[in-house]
């Protein structure tokens, strides 16, 4: 016997393919498995001697086997539902772990699929339906309906690529005939005593006459088919034979094992079955046909529509019957393959494939996509929504998180990602078109609001603020800080000139740019207690100073706590200054507590010595009523010295568990009977 193996694509030599001239029939074997993974090639081998077709990971390698003894080139191919393959979907979900992996290789499995249908639709004389159970797979209607508006699609471009090649003048070698095997899942069962075997075989060939009939008019229906009285032409998808002509059958209905359907599920099942097909179509025809009582194996099936199909080709002639030999089918065929399957031509297929019949190979992907198109607008929306002119990058992914989570709420499926992408390329685009903020904050924590911008210019938020001179007898408006300079110096020097200038003065622990600064705003007789602090800005009843006992002629030092106690002492008054951003001006005691005073109602005991003994918070809320809280800095020390008693300066600073002990320098001291002003640094 003369018969031979090879594969496309191939790496081997077709010098033994090529010196075949035997006129030969192309027949396609296209099915899948549900169970046993390698069940439909078995079935295949055991009804086509010398056949050793094996199960493929891919949906485009075509295992080929040549009977020279019959001149049949038998070709076949997986589906990419078969069950291994959905197995190995299976098995890459579970490392992944993600869901947009999985479409994407099942997409690709049917692209590949596609390909290959596009290339057996072009070159074989019969394409063979195997099904693996005994019901019709509607699916392959949608596969079909793509296949057929692909064909025509890319016929121009074929012809333009091959003028020379004679038989691809119509972009396609046949018009293939399309055959249906399907296969009982159902487990063997013994016939009824009263009906026998032959009549199940009846009831069987009855059920896949009516098979034939619903799936003539189901082609039809769906326009697969050419017009009714038309023998069709190379346009056509494939070719069908209407119920009514004498014929061999194109329908084909085997067991679990591959064998004629004589131990097939109980006639309960069958009619049963019959009875659904009918339901497919109101226009079945009765039994009226004869039945033959002899049955086929797969073999003895293919072989007849082939030898049918010769000698229909004999009669009829210029057909599109026409036998080619082997090497020469080969020769055309090949060009076809490279053109739709090949790697090097994988832009065919997505460049030239018009969107609209692609996506139809992807029903869940295309849901997805319209999903996205309809919430990609309203999420882009939400990214512009309430945005300045210019913002920053925290802003800006502020922003951009927000319209990520519209989009998701509103798109599903595997499209989302694409579109989530989309949405940040554009985002970004948007904000990188002149809308780019600067990044400086301002010492108060607020952005710069200008455009992105070197150093050579100023920042600016556009924010004001009121705060008080370096002594605290003149207030104005200043802008928002960026720097330690503008905060601690070149404000508080353009009220010098106005104010603090005429004052004694010293600077302390730093120079222009961080540094604190002590200065005597008159006699202590100018400090009224029933009066307060007469200076601008203070909240009312917060003005007062509080009374701090020393004694005389003595050192006075926090330990031991009131030792002295019993003691004559002298009085002097402490006032430690809180001021917010709107000017508000407070004095507090320990723990940030507002003073809450009055000329009728003054604290009489020593509470300004319990501040100096306890540790004063840098910030406290302003007591001031506003809708938004505003927190008061400690921004200067007020001492009223008494009589008879020189004071020194000594400040411990306590930041983040950082102690740090400032001293004066000796000729720096507060003498009696003064009232002095400590500023503190922004």
């Known amino acids: 016997m003369s018969f031979f193996h090879f594969s ?11 010196s075949e001239f035997k006129p030969t029939c192309v027949v396609g074997l296209v099915g899948h498995s549900r169970s046993d993974p390698s069940s439909m090639a078995a079935i295949i081998n055991s ?20 009977d020279g003894d019959k001149g049949i080139l038998y070709m076949y191919v997986g589906r990419h539902d078969d069950i291994n393959k959905l197995k190995n979907l299976q098995q890459l979900f579970e490392s992944q772990n993600s869901h947009l992996i999985h479409h994407q290789e099942l997409t690709k499995l049917k692209h590949e699929e596609i390909k290959t249908w596009l290339w057996l639709f072009s070159v074989c004389h019969f394409i063979v339906v195997l099904h693996p159970s005994q019901s019709f797979d509607v699916e392959y209607i949608r596969l079909f309906r793509t296949t057929q508006q692909l064909l025509h699609h890319f016929a121009p471009k074929i012809k333009e690529l091959y003028p020379e090649t004679e038989l691809l003048a119509t972009a ?46 189901i082609f039809r229906k769906c326009r697969l088919l050419p017009k009714q009285n038309s023998r069709g032409t190379h346009q056509d998808l494939a070719h069908l034979p209407p119920p009514n002509e004498l014929r061999e059958p194109f329908v084909l209905f085997l067991d ?36 033959k009582e002899d049955t086929m194996t797969l073999g003895s099936f293919l072989k007849r529509n082939v030898k049918n199909l010769r000698s229909q080709a004999v009669q009829d002639k210029g057909d599109g019957f026409q036998f080619l030999p082997l090497g020469e089918w080969y020769s055309a065929a090949i060009q076809l393959y490279q053109f739709y399957c090949h790697e090097e031509n994988q832009g065919n297929f997505s460049k030239l494939g018009p969107a609209k019949i692609v996506t139809q190979l992807d029903p869940e992907g295309q849901y997805s996509e319209n999903r996205c198109q309809k919430a990609y607008p309203v999420a882009s929306a939400a990214y512009m929504d309430s945005l300045p002119a210019h913002y920053t990058h925290a802003t800006h992914q502020r922003q951009l998180q927000h319209a990520l989570h519209i989009l998701r709420t509103r798109a599903k499926g595997p499209a989302f990602s694409t579109y989530a992408a989309k949405l940040k390329e554009d985002c970004e685009a948007i904000w990188a078109d002149g809308r780019k903020g600067c990044e400086s904050i301002s010492l108060t924590g607020n952005a710069c609001v200008l455009p992105f911008h070197d150093s050579t210019r100023v920042h600016s938020n556009r924010l004001r603020m009121r705060s008080a001179c370096s002594c605290g007898r003149s207030i104005s408006y200043r802008s928002d800080p960026f720097t330690l300079e503008s905060a601690n110096h070149e404000f508080y020097m353009s009220l010098s000139d106005k104010c603090c200038s005429t004052l004694p003065q010293h ?10 600064m002590i200065c005597n705003i008159g006699p202590a007789s100018s400090y009224q207690t029933t009066v307060g602090i007469e200076q601008p800005g203070f909240l009312l ?6 009374p701090w006992d020393l004694p005389p002629d003595e050192a006075w030092a926090p330990e031991p706590k009131n030792a002295w106690r019993g003691k004559r002492s002298v009085r002097c008054y402490v006032g430690y200054e809180y001021e917010c951003s709107k000017g508000h001006r407070f004095y507090c005691t320990a723990g940030g507590v507002p003073v809450k005073g009055s000329p009728a109602n003054m604290v009489k005991e020593n509470s300004g010595g319990n501040n100096v003994l306890s540790d004063m918070v840098l910030y406290t809320t302003c007591p001031s009523h506003t809708n938004k809280p505003l927190l008061g800095q400690l921004m200067r020390i007020v001492v009223c010295s008494p009589e008879q008693v020189s004071l020194s300066v000594c400040l411990n600073v306590s930041y983040r568990n950082i102690l740090i002990s400032l001293t004066a320098p000796d000729n720096v001291q507060i003498r009696e009977s003064e009232l002095y002003c400590f500023k503190h640094p922004h």
């Not at 199960?55 to 075509?62: G, R």
């Not at 009843?541 to 509080?546: A, K, R, T, V």
Request: glycine share 6%; hydrophobic share 30%.
């Open 541 to 546: 009843g917060s003005q007062y100073l509080l």
């Open 256 to 291: 679990g094992k591959g064998r004629p359907s004589t131990e097939s599920p109980s006639f309960k099942h069958v009619d049963t079955a019959l009875y659904y097909i009918s339901q497919l179509s109101a226009t079945s025809p009765p039994y009226s046909q004869d039945v």
């Open 172 to 217: 396609r070698l046949y018009r293939p005939r399309l055959l249906f095997v399907f296969q009982s899942n159902s487990a063997s069962m013994h016939l009824p005593p009263k009906k026998g075997r032959q009549g199940f075989n009846q009831q069987c060939k009855r059920l896949g006459l009516e098979m034939e009939t619903q799936i003539f008019h």
């Open 8 to 18: 496309l694509p191939s790496a081997t030599s077709p010098e033994h393919i090529l």
């Open 507 to 516: 600077r302390l622990f730093g120079r222009n740019q961080l540094s604190w």
């Open 47 to 66: 009804s086509l001697p010398g056949a050793q077709f094996v199960l493929t990971k891919s949906t485009s390698e075509i295992q080929c086997f040549f």
